[in-house]
């Protein structure tokens, strides 16, 4: 199995970046599309952004703009740059992976292997 670690949140005031990681070790990233989701407390896990396993990056809309996802195939992780950060990006970031094809990758039915959560805070 995939085994995937994010690092790189924190808390910051609204309008500052952060950069998220999550490296992703027992696999090549390559052969899977991987993807950030999003969780905020009381609400439902959300699709944010991927990189497919063919390297298409697919980026929710009201992020677009601001998030940027990319992978980086020497270091073998997918990262996620925020800019701009508001206060309803709160949440946890999660990193998950699928070697499914053909889907939506929107889904987080589709994933069976998830990192453990890492927490973005923006105040103000």
């Known amino acids: 199995q995939v085994h995937l670690v994010e690092s790189g949140g924190g808390l910051v005031q609204a309008g500052d970046s952060l950069r998220l990681s999550c490296a992703a070790s027992?696999?090549?990233?390559?052969?899977?599309?991987m993807t950030w989701f999003r969780q905020a407390p009381g609400k439902e896990r959300e699709f944010v952004a991927s990189?497919?396993?063919?390297?298409?990056?697919v980026t929710r809309d009201l992020v677009k703009g601001r998030f940027l996802v990319s992978r980086d195939m020497a270091k073998n992780t997918l990262d996620l740059q925020m800019n701009a950060l508001d206060v309803d990006d709160t949440a946890v970031y999660f990193c998950a992976a699928t070697d499914l094809r053909g889907i939506t990758y929107a889904s987080a039915r589709d994933y069976k292997a998830w990192g453990q959560g890492i927490q973005v805070t923006v105040s103000s």
């Open positions: 990189v497919t396993w063919t390297g298409t990056k």
């Open positions: 027992g696999a090549n990233i390559a052969d899977y599309t």
